[in-house]
């Protein structure tokens, strides 16, 4: 029931910027943490950026390798998630994917569980 839909992956050259956006359907809560992922081609999923809720803070986690040049945000509502990218490298090249956390409880026990979206392709040429 719960889909994340990501759009805004494209064709760009180096230097460029890509705003890519993330929208959460079929939850009436808000998720506890969402970020973006990617896979390079012959290369394992890795962590881009993300953002947890932590009472009424939100924390924020980079990869060293976009720490300057990417930023993550959410709306208020928290079901919306974005990433702008700016200067934009060819190594950034990858199937970017939306990641959410839910953090609920079932039968009294607390559970985590996770989602991801399709993933949408951003190339970085010339």
């Known amino acids: 029931q719960v889909q994340l839909v990501e759009s805004g992956g494209g064709l760009v050259q180096p230097g460029g910027s890509l705003r890519l956006s993330c929208a959460a359907s079929?939850?009436?809560?808000?998720?506890?943490?969402m970020g973006w992922y990617r896979q390079a081609p012959g290369k394992q999923r890795e962590l881009v950026a993300t953002?947890?809720?932590?009472?009424?803070?939100?924390?924020?986690n980079y990869a060293d390798s976009v720490k300057v040049r990417f930023t993550i945000s959410r709306d208020n509502g928290e079901n919306t998630v974005y990433l702008q990218m700016n200067s934009l490298k060819p190594e950034d090249t990858a199937v970017y994917y939306c990641?959410?956390?839910?953090?609920?409880?079932?039968?009294?026990?607390?559970?985590?569980?996770?989602?991801w979206g399709q993933g949408t392709q951003v190339t970085v040429s010339s």
């Open positions: 990641h959410a956390l839910r953090e609920t409880v079932v039968g009294g026990i607390p559970r985590k569980f996770d989602y």
């Open positions: 079929g939850s009436i809560f808000s998720f506890n943490a």
């Open positions: 953002i947890t809720r932590g009472g009424s803070i939100n924390y924020i």
